[in-house]
């Protein structure tokens, strides 16, 4: 088990503070995952719901601990050459062409095949991290790639060290901090979950909500943090919404009814933003004034 | 239990109880293996083991691997480790010691811990239990061999039918871009002169399924096709989730995941409960959209195996489908009785959401060579 650097992973509790620096209100629960994972040097695998601070927290841990943020988004089609590495071919073609007559075949194979032509991806790159501090390597929304490209993460994630068949196998000298992310638009295979440990992120209490407010937004007054988030809690229960606001949600909102210098929720000024909160037509159609006083005036 | 939690560190008694609390997950249905329980005495070591919120989340962390996972190692903690006392739990506010708690950690009424709550809410969601109420899938349906075949040989149609979008993944064609990578190789074959320019296109997308079954006691008579259709679907076509339905949603593609025919059936009728009440289509099209729709991809094909036989009002139904129409690809109704002679969707569930689905099919136009299936890659009517 490798030592964490000190005073940033030193226990539980010094990861709360260490988000908390970072303006990343977590609970104990996600924190003792993230500590165990940089414990145990294990992948941490964090679903949730969209827009509540998954792939926030990758980026508050390499604030926080000072290593590079890494960053693969995943998407349908994520293939070994957009995440591992691949070939520079216009450089290695421009060479075969410039060396075509001095050189043998087996020279110019073993010439374009070297470092020098090796493009690397953000996989590559998370495993030739030099250096005391542990790059963050965030693979975001894994669930938006196929079930193949897992295959591919095994070798990477179980023994940190990938292989290219030209040169050889590269073994990280500093393993990165892996935090995984998916919105669970499809179950993650059996064995890419097993060599994770794992997290979940729901809509925070409404506690919580003020208090990420109040980090982030720091001229809201508390009054106006709590009318907020207990409107935003109220419409989360609503079960005639396509869509949820997130936090990310919540937090543009907020933005724009400063901008707009209201101090006070209104129902005419939150049907002019509600767009800001709901991102589904339907949703928006269906909240209209009468609905959106009718939600203010709940208890 | 294995030796895979052994740990040189962790004292033999919390190791034993840790084993047992792994067996006892197991127990309840879930599928952790030595690395978990590797990866929790690890984590045991790296923890304070006398706080008790700190064992819970590192149980959670490690062991549990999905929301509903979560929720029973929560539950399966409470009632393992409930009995424990608790040596650094703080005392309450006001200074008065913590509430009693039952043998299986369950505090008195009046009070409920969030296990409880979620266990709630569950019950909730499985609707009522009735005794008086039939089984909604029995546990053994005898089908043939041949007949379980043919319904593979028409799902695999069926997947080619309904893959028509273009994915993002690349193979070799002889019309489209450059292929450098395929070019440089040969180039390189060629001594440095580029004879030929490789090309590359986009290959289809896959197809992926959402499943939503109707296995009230209308549909019981043909249990046979249409669970030998799900599990025929769910096996061929890789990204398949079911979902049954009656009086309320419960998902089942885990208990079909690798499993045969007739070891899955059983594990079925044990999950779903005899519930009275009758079909709520409505009500379980709103529940899947408010638990699932963020999980359904815009290229998914929704299939609903239903006779059509609701309690909800059609207007509700309407709306429902109206808004899942506009989230899938295809949306294709499966009714027992599409294939009778004289059939006409005469049920008020059926009538509004026909204008809503691509394709009406019965279970036994799947295993035909050129059944109606063959429909289903058609553009949406309107």
Known sequence: ?299 | MNSGTSSPVLGNRLQTRVQGFLDRLRDRGLRSGLAAGVDLSRALQALPILDRNAVREACRATVAKSPAELAVVDRVFEEYFGSFDLPVTPPSEEGKLPQARDRLGRAPSGSTTPAEEREQVEEELHGRYSPEAPAPVPRRVPLASERLRRYRAGARRFRRSVATLPGRRWRAHPVGSVDLRRTARAGLRSGGEFVELARRNRSPRRADLVILWDVSGSMREHTTDLFGLVYALHRVVRRTRVFAFGHDLVEVTQLLAGRSYERALPLLADRLRPTGGGTRIAHCLNEFRRRHESEVRRTSTLIVLSDGWDLGEPSELADQFRRLRGRVHRLVWVNPYAAQVGFRPATAALQVALPYVDLLASPEDFPLPHGAVRRAGVPAPG
Not at chain 1, 119 to 129: H, T
Not at chain 1, 137 to 152: C, H, S, T, V
Request: with cysteine.
């Open chain 1, 1 to 299: 088990m490798t030592e964490p650097a000190s005073g940033f992973a030193d226990s539980v509790d010094s990861v709360i503070r260490a988000l908390s620096g970072q303006h990343y209100v977590t609970e104990r629960g996600l924190a003792t995952a993230v500590y165990l994972a940089i414990r145990l040097e294990k992948p941490l695998l964090i679903e949730g719901e969209p827009g509540c601070g998954k792939t926030e927290i990758a980026k508050a841990l390499s604030a926080a601990s000072g290593g590079e943020l890494i960053r693969l988004q995943c998407y349908e089609g994520l293939d070994a050459a957009a995440a591992l590495y691949e070939w520079d071919y216009p450089r290695q073609l421009l060479t075969i062409r410039l060396h075509e007559r001095d050189r043998t075949t087996a020279q110019l194979e073993s010439e374009i095949y070297t470092e020098r032509f090796l493009l690397r991806r953000p996989l590559l790159r998370a495993l030739e991290g030099k250096g005391p501090v542990r790059p963050v390597l965030l693979i975001d929304e894994l669930d938006r790639a196929d079930e193949e490209f897992e295959g591919l993460l095994l070798e990477v994630l179980s023994e940190f060290q990938v292989t290219v068949p030209e040169i050889g196998t590269i073994r990280a000298s500093t393993i990165p901090l892996v935090i995984l992310t998916s919105n669970r638009t499809r179950e993650l295979g059996d064995a890419i979950k097993r060599r994770c440990l794992y997290a979940y992120i729901g809509y925070p209490s409404a506690e919580k909500e003020v208090e990420i407010l109040r980090q982030k937004v720091p001229e809201l007054s508390l009054h106006s943090a709590q009318e907020i988030a207990e409107f935003v809690g109220r419409l989360r229960t609503r079960e005639d919404l396509a869509k949820r606001p997130g936090v990310a949600e919540t937090l543009d909102w907020t933005a724009a009814l400063l901008a707009l210098r209201e101090h006070s929720l209104r129902p005419e000024t939150i049907v002019e933003t509600l767009g800001l909160l709901l991102k589904d037509a339907h949703d928006l159609e269906t909240y209209r004034k009468e609905k959106v006083a009718e939600l203010l005036a709940a208890p």
